[in-house]
């Protein structure tokens, strides 16, 4: 980092793209080593009671920045939640935030929308990610938390990803004894929800 102001144009240009695929390539190896894990039912999940609006906070705010960086409108919605204490694996949780919502500014071009909103229906808080983005291919959309299933068509080879995330996010909301769906119109956008019991 002390070096890069030395650097002309090109080569902080390939540097940067150095440290983004090291990047993909650590969430891959992340992702396969998870999927694995859970294959052979030996992820850990360590349960303890917290507040989830806390827990969640800092990845919410982590990607609040990146969708601003993106030109992407960005809403939380928290209000009329009086206590979100909840029985959670906060690391794992995490994890399934972090993917509903990195996957919604990946298919969001600059200019869109996410909104994250949590309500309490029938003693289960459910956690809802929309996006105003691509859409997913109906031909995916019943397998989209499968293994190696990614919702854009195979024409659009420019969004990488493992095809694992939404497999591993599935896995994390049912070891809490949870549901995970999705609603989406291709072009139009797409609604992840989840729901852990209070």
């Known amino acids: 980092n002390e070096n890069k102001d030395k650097l002309d144009s090109d080569q902080k240009h390939l540097l940067d793209q150095v440290v983004t695929t090291t990047e993909q390539l650590r969430v891959l190896v992340e992702d396969l080593l998870n999927a694995s894990k859970i294959e052979k039912g030996v992820i850990n999940v360590n349960f303890e009671v917290a507040d989830y609006i806390y827990t969640t906070a800092d ?98 080879q420019s969004i990488k990803g493992s095809g694992l995330g939404l497999y591993i996010a599935k896995s994390i909301i049912e070891m809490h004894h949870g549901q995970i769906w999705v609603q989406s119109e291709l072009g139009k956008g797409s609604t992840f929800s989840f729901s852990l019991p209070l």
Do not use: C
């Open 59 to 156: 990845t919410i705010d982590l990607f609040r920045q990146k969708a601003n960086q993106k030109n992407i409108e960005f809403e939380f919605d928290n209000t009329g939640l009086a206590n979100t204490k909840i029985r959670i694996d906060k690391v794992r949780i995490n994890e399934v935030m972090s993917n509903l919502l990195s996957n919604a500014i990946k298919y969001t071009d600059s200019g869109g929308k996410i909104k994250v909103w949590i309500d309490v229906k029938d003693n289960q808080l459910i956690t809802h990610v929309a996006d105003t983005g691509k859409g997913i291919n109906p031909q995916v959309l019943s397998s989209i938390f499968h293994k190696f299933v990614r919702g854009v068509g195979p024409l659009d």
